[in-house]
């Protein structure tokens, strides 16, 4: 599904490099979690994912599903099946949901051959999916993220998902700022839309997320490399331990 | 002075025609406007008010008043709305409109014909809101001007549906300088839409003056949607005047035109005023597109809301001056201002200017002025659901416009505008 090999990225603006060599492979179905602590390149892996402008590849290859994902523009990416729930979603004020949905879920069923939705079909769907992370379906009237509490956003996000329907999904610390009830409604959705073909990167500092959403892999990125990989119980032990005691395993291995 | 002396000459000229004629009632006023004219002068670039718009340049490839030759068609729009629909050329009535046929109460006739039937005290109206040594421009239109339209509501008559102008006809050649008088009689309420269709390559120059009077506890609602072609020149002097507890908005939505200059004047002269001016302009290709707007809040108790939107692309020039003066008995006054615009184009430009001048001490002011391109994390955020750049565009380009239409109280004219926006940003954002 996704293979990442030897990836450098700097910031164009800054030709300060970010990630040093990051080397992940995601399988079809599989969840992988990404940890590491503040300023790793946690949310500079997720923003070249997504191909967020500003971010120059300097070394390294990501294939997506057989094809050259750099090679794409975000908008084709998001079409290709990748879909990225953002850390800080943007308002757009005067921008209405309906308008929104309507217009990325017709992007993305013609690009697949799907027929465009007809306005009922489209309603229904909104309603089915909206009810995945209790969200209000009367949010279809307001702007997009205008005025919506964090715990909002955050669910529209998983909201939006649902109706992409993406082959692989990449979480960007969706567990930040939401409180416990709401951290149970986002993980309950997207456990709910686990699947053998849809694979999953989550993104998080803390591992309060995975005792919701258990991953099948857990990665540490410190420093801009994956240098501990394993299963679930590696997030109790950081947990536990904190980020410092990989790093000093890293000083003494160096 | 070259210019102003050759129109002078021409406007004079008419004037001693008319004396002898016919007595003309406002005659006076026009002999003084001319006189106002005369020592103002046409603003050079040097002139503070007209650093970035260079209207006398354009003046002087239409040198005379004469406006016989042919007439532009220009096209239509909302002829369908539910309203009292009149369609001008050059900027006059085409005919007479019947005794019986106006919902009583409202008056809508040549501002001759309501001279010779002195049923309503024009000389108290006009030149009330207007002040002939403000701008030589309307100073001009108003020494020029030969006619113009009167609409007039008598007072407590609210008139329920909107009277309509219908722009449709204008001189290809001349200066085009009509007059508009808008009288709201005290506790009556009129809407006025106006609509300047589009001139294809024709190059009309409209100098025009209007006034507005909203008497006390009088309620005026007046909407300009200017859509001429790109040949196509307005100078557009709109003077308000307001007695205590009345309300005034406007909006000016400006989608053609080569170069236009709106010069809005509001003096809310009572207490308890209200003043809502707004306005949008979508400015493309080499079009020129200025917005020069003075609210002079003399009495207390006021209000006053103030938005202006502008998209500038290609090569074309956006400006916006905001001035609000407070003056010093003026307490308890909320003015509110608010202007922004998106840049396109590198080759695009604007100059935006709020002037805050305030001299009593219990007031509440603000402004804001932004000017940017669009937003990069939220064509981002568009782009990452599989939404294509054009697209994204275009949805973030209507949004920040249609603010501005939310505003319209017509529902008709509202979803002709929106249809407008539409197809003018798709062409803007592919």
Not at chain 1, 75 to 90: M, N, T
Not at chain 2, 164 to 182: M, T
């Amino acid at each position: 599904m996704l293979t990442i090999n030897n990836l450098h990225v700097s910031i164009e603006e800054e030709q300060k490099e970010i990630l040093k060599g990051l080397n992940l492979e995601v399988k079809p179905g599989e969840v992988h979690a990404i940890m590491g602590p503040n300023g790793s390149g946690k949310s500079t892996l997720a923003s070249v994912l997504a191909g967020r402008d500003g971010y120059e590849v300097t070394e390294g290859s990501v294939t997506f599903d057989g094809e050259d994902l750099l090679e794409l523009e975000a908008d084709e990416r998001a079409r290709e099946g990748l879909f990225l729930a953002f850390q800080y979603p943007v308002e757009l004020p005067g921008v209405s949901m309906a308008n929104f949905l309507k217009q990325a879920v017709n992007s993305v069923r013609e690009h697949r051959g799907q027929d465009v939705l007809s306005a009922g079909d489209f309603l229904k769907l909104m309603k089915e999916k909206a009810a995945i992370v209790s969200l209000d379906p009367s949010l279809k009237a307001r702007a997009v993220n205008e005025g919506f509490s964090g715990g909002e956003k955050k669910r529209s996000e998983i909201f939006q998902l649902a109706l992409l329907d993406p082959k692989l999904a990449i979480l960007d610390e969706t567990d930040s700022g939401l409180d416990i009830d709401a951290l149970r409604i986002v993980a309950d959705g997207v456990n709910g839309l686990r699947n053998e073909n849809r694979s999953f990167v989550l993104i998080t500092h803390y591992q309060r997320l995975l005792d919701y959403i258990v991953p099948d892999f857990v990665h540490v990125l410190v420093d801009g490399r994956i240098v501990l990989s394993g299963g679930k119980e590696l997030a109790l032990q950081l947990e536990e331990k904190g980020y410092d005691w990989i790093k000093d395993e890293q000083t003494q291995t160096a | 002075m070259q210019i102003e002396s050759r129109l002078l000459v021409e406007i004079r000229d008419r004037l001693a025609r008319l004396d002898a004629n016919s007595g003309n009632g406002w005659a006076n006023g026009r002999e003084e406007a001319a006189g106002a004219f005369e020592s103002l002068g046409l603003p050079s670039t040097r002139s503070e008010a007209y650093k970035y718009t260079q209207m006398t340049k354009r003046v002087k490839d239409v040198l005379s008043l004469d406006n016989a030759g042919t007439l532009i068609d220009t096209t239509s729009a909302f002829t369908d709305v539910p309203g009292i629909h009149f369609s001008t050329v050059n900027g006059l009535l085409t005919e007479s409109v019947a005794a019986g046929s106006l919902p009583k109460g409202l008056t809508v006739s040549s501002l001759s014909e309501a001279y010779a039937e002195n049923r309503i005290a024009l000389d108290d109206h006009l030149a009330r809101a207007f002040d002939p040594d403000r701008d030589a421009f309307s100073s001009l239109a108003a020494a020029s001007a030969e006619d113009g339209i009167l609409i007039h509501v008598a007072a407590g008559v609210s008139i329920a549906q909107p009277v309509i102008l219908h722009h449709d006809r204008v001189a290809n050649s001349g200066l085009v300088q009509p007059r508009l008088l808008v009288v709201a009689e005290g506790d009556s309420s009129i809407k006025v839409i106006e609509h300047f269709g589009d001139s294809g390559s024709g190059s009309a120059f409209e100098n025009r003056i209007v006034e507005m009077i909203s008497a006390t506890g009088a309620s005026v609602d007046h909407l300009v949607v200017y859509e001429r072609g790109r040949e196509a020149t307005f100078v557009n002097g709109l003077h308000v005047y307001q007695e205590e507890r009345s309300h005034f908005a406007t909006n000016t939505i400006t989608l053609g035109g080569g170069m236009v200059r709106n010069n809005l004047h509001f003096l809310p002269d009572g207490e308890e005023c209200e003043t809502h001016l707004n306005g949008l302009y979508i400015a493309k290709g080499s079009m020129h597109v200025d917005n020069h707007t003075f609210v002079d809040h003399a009495k207390p108790n006021c209000e006053s809301n103030e938005l202006f939107k502008g998209i500038v692309t290609d090569k074309a020039v956006g400006v916006f001056n905001g001035k609000i003066l407070v003056r010093q008995d003026a307490q308890k006054i909320n003015a509110y201002q608010s202007s922004k615009s998106i840049l396109l184009d590198r080759a695009a430009s604007i100059y935006a200017k709020p002037e805050l001048e305030i001299y009593a001490d219990d007031v509440k002011c603000s402004h804001g002025a932004t000017t940017g391109e669009l937003d990069d994390d939220a064509l981002f955020y568009l782009r990452a659901r599989g939404i294509r750049p054009e697209a994204a565009k275009l949805m973030l380009l209507e949004a920040f416009a249609r603010d501005v239409v939310d505003l319209v109280d017509v529902d008709a004219v509202k979803d002709y505008l929106y249809s407008r926006l539409h197809s003018i940003l798709t062409e803007t954002a592919s």
